[in-house]
């Protein structure tokens, strides 16, 4: 493949023939853009630890509205609302582990749902789902996911991960995305937990310049992906545009596997304020040159909406 690959457009199908990875050797594929601003942007208040997975048991139907926006946009993958959603947050809740269960599987039928839905309205290409595995610190809600370095072993990380891995397994998406990971302890746990699931993963870090959010350099962390079978896609996300072009390059030549690519709009959370702060960086021009870098799985996380993953769709596919 060459790195002017243009996007995939494979046949049309009502339902992804091809599987992701497949795709992923031919072009390049769009994936949605954040959850919580597109839920907040429809007037729902996420301002509670579950964040946006308190809205699966809440309104469900909100959660699908929204992955049916960034389909419209364009988008060729939804990312579930399961990045908050585990079994020790909800229990916290007071929602037992049966119905904790429950929720996470939700959360993959209803961006199955919106896919129906696109089709149903004429949209031919085939559209993916991957189930969301936010870190440990998401779970903590107190912003420690930009950070890692939790005081856990890689083997109470994997304890903490596998349950909801198997769970999300069950409930057959296209992928798993073990994204928004800031530590390379994780990563290592999330690799052990991911085997033998018979579901594909990408594993996505956040980073800060060319470091993970613990410090690790970024050579090192990427090392483990190339080897594990699982994974079919090695990359960052939620991060600022500016520190992409050297993960793409890094993520590329480490692992030799397609990159995945969704940063932040560029503005800066403050976990004690619990807001963003700062001006948006982020352009839908600057995906072109991801793309010749090895990124093949291209769109954006936290405030960036369905009018930018548009803008990526069309720097990606100019004749679409």
């Given at each position: 493949?060459?790195?002017?690959?243009?996007?995939?457009?494979?046949?049309?199908?009502?339902?992804?023939?091809?599987?992701?990875?497949?795709?992923?050797?031919?072009?390049?594929?769009v994936?949605?853009?954040?959850?919580?601003?597109q839920?907040?942007?429809?007037?729902?208040?996420?301002?509670?630890?579950?964040?946006?997975a308190?809205?699966?048991?809440?309104r469900?139907?909100?959660?699908?509205?929204?992955?049916?926006?960034?389909?419209?946009?364009?988008?060729?993958?939804?990312?579930?609302?399961?990045?908050?959603?585990?079994?020790e947050?909800?229990?916290?809740?007071?929602?037992?582990?049966?119905?904790?269960?429950?929720?996470?599987?939700?959360?993959?039928?209803?961006?199955?749902?919106?896919?129906?839905?696109?089709?149903?309205?004429?949209?031919?290409?085939?559209?993916?789902?991957?189930?969301?595995?936010?870190?440990?610190?998401?779970?903590?809600?107190?912003?420690?996911?930009?950070?890692?370095?939790?005081?856990?072993?890689?083997?109470?990380?994997?304890?903490?991960?596998?349950?909801?891995?198997?769970?999300?397994?069950?409930?057959?998406?296209?992928?798993?995305?073990?994204?928004?990971?800031?530590?390379?302890?994780?990563?290592?746990?999330?690799?052990?937990?991911?085997?033998?699931?018979?579901?594909?993963?990408?594993?996505?870090?956040?980073?800060?310049?060319?470091?993970?959010?613990?410090?690790?350099?970024?050579?090192?962390?990427?090392?483990?992906?190339?080897?594990?079978?699982?994974?079919?896609?090695?990359?960052?996300?939620?991060?600022?545009?500016?520190?992409?072009?050297?993960?793409?390059?890094?993520?590329?030549?480490?692992?030799?596997?397609?990159?995945?690519?969704?940063?932040?709009s560029?503005?800066?959370?403050?976990?004690?304020a619990?807001?963003?702060?700062?001006?948006?960086?982020f352009?839908?021009?600057?995906?072109?040159?991801?793309?010749?870098?090895?990124?093949?799985?291209?769109?954006?996380?936290?405030?960036?909406g369905?009018?930018?993953?548009?803008?990526?769709?069309?720097?990606?596919?100019?004749?679409?």
């Amino acid at each position: 493949m060459t790195s002017d690959t243009p996007r995939s457009t494979s046949s049309p199908s009502p339902s992804p023939s091809p599987s992701l990875a497949d795709a992923l050797a031919s072009g390049t594929v769009v994936l949605d853009g954040g959850m919580s601003n597109q839920l907040e942007s429809a007037g729902h208040d996420l301002s509670d630890e579950l964040w946006s997975a308190r809205l699966l048991a809440e309104r469900p139907e909100a959660i699908t509205e929204a992955h049916l926006a960034y389909f419209e946009a364009g988008a060729d993958v939804a990312i579930t609302s399961s990045y908050q959603a585990t079994f020790e947050g909800f229990a916290k809740r007071g929602i037992p582990h049966g119905r904790a269960a429950e929720l996470l599987g939700l959360s993959v039928e209803l961006a199955r749902e919106a896919a129906r839905r696109a089709h149903a309205k004429g949209a031919t290409r085939p559209l993916w789902v991957a189930a969301s595995v936010g870190p440990y610190g998401a779970m903590l809600a107190d912003g420690s996911e930009y950070r890692g370095r939790y005081g856990l072993s890689v083997a109470e990380l994997e304890r903490f991960h596998r349950p909801r891995l198997e769970v999300l397994a069950a409930a057959a998406p296209d992928v798993l995305a073990l994204e928004t990971v800031p530590d390379a302890d994780e990563a290592e746990a999330l690799l052990r937990a991911v085997r033998g699931l018979g579901v594909p993963a990408w594993l996505s870090y956040t980073v800060a310049g060319d470091r993970t959010r613990a410090g690790q350099p970024l050579e090192e962390a990427f090392a483990p992906a190339a080897d594990a079978d699982e994974i079919i896609a090695v990359g960052v996300n939620c991060c600022v545009p500016e520190d992409v072009d050297g993960a793409v390059e890094t993520a590329a030549r480490v692992t030799g596997k397609p990159v995945v690519v969704y940063p932040n709009s560029g503005e800066v959370w403050d976990a004690e304020a619990r807001a963003w702060k700062g001006l948006s960086t982020f352009t839908a021009e600057q995906v072109t040159g991801w793309r010749r870098g090895g990124a093949r799985l291209i769109g954006g996380c936290c405030r960036v909406g369905p009018g930018a993953i548009a803008g990526i769709t069309r720097a990606l596919t100019p004749a679409r």
